[in-house]
């Protein structure tokens, strides 16, 4: 699904330099690393009510952001600035998203609800929205009966947790492993985004949101492409384009939020 060119992976590195060298000296306890069935993953907690958590594609110039430096100056205009941001689901080589992508209440492209080949597709996947100040992580079918209507929502697949349960696909002893990135929402009602720091299994990821970051239910945003914007971590990621972008935005310091 997405295949980049040279020259937008050479446009996201320097992206990323530009990102490390502007980032603003404010202390941020979200992220920490965690250590689950022997890897560690960076995982960053926040909370819908009180962090603006929100979802981006298209930049002031109509194009997609591609990565997070393009991202950190349509905010910096705009007197804000990343706290944290991850790439949010998979998307095709034109960096536009394969299912659903809702952003300020509109909806840029519907819920994609057919069959075909690789992780998307893989039965049940999911939506992670934010409405009202709440989050959510609901498969596909049951977001759409639901009638809700999302501030933001993205779609990837396939789902890690379903309601307390590991996919029913995933092997304890895949030899599949990969970088992989997702988010959860916990009883709390706190949205835990994680990144391996090396390969995995899917069935240990999943694990990690059920076990570990107590998460019912969580959704895998995407495998080898996965990237991380968290400056208390040391991450700067811009090695790869991306498509749909979730971050956690603040005021700039000194500014009015």
Known sequence: MHFPDLRLRLKSLVGALYLSATVPAVADAACRIVQHAGVDYAVCRFDPARDAIGLYHTGSNGQPY???????????????????????????????????????????????????WGNFYLRPNGIFYLAGGEAGVMETGRFISSGLRPDAATQSGPMLVIDGAIHPAFRPLSDSLQIRNGVGVDAEGQVAF?????????????TLFRDELRCANALFLDGHISSLYAPALGRFDGVHPMGPIVAVTAAMPGARD
């Open 66 to 116: 591609g990565g997070f430096a393009a991202l950190a100056q349509d905010l910096r205009r705009e007197g804000r600035y990343l706290r944290f941001a991850m790439n949010a689901g998979m998307y095709e080589e034109d960096l536009s998203p394969v299912g659903l992508l809702v952003i300020g209440g509109r909806t840029h492209k519907p819920a994609a609800l057919g069959e075909g």
């Open 194 to 206: 994680a990144i391996s720091l090396s390969p995995v299994r899917f069935y240990d990821f999943a």
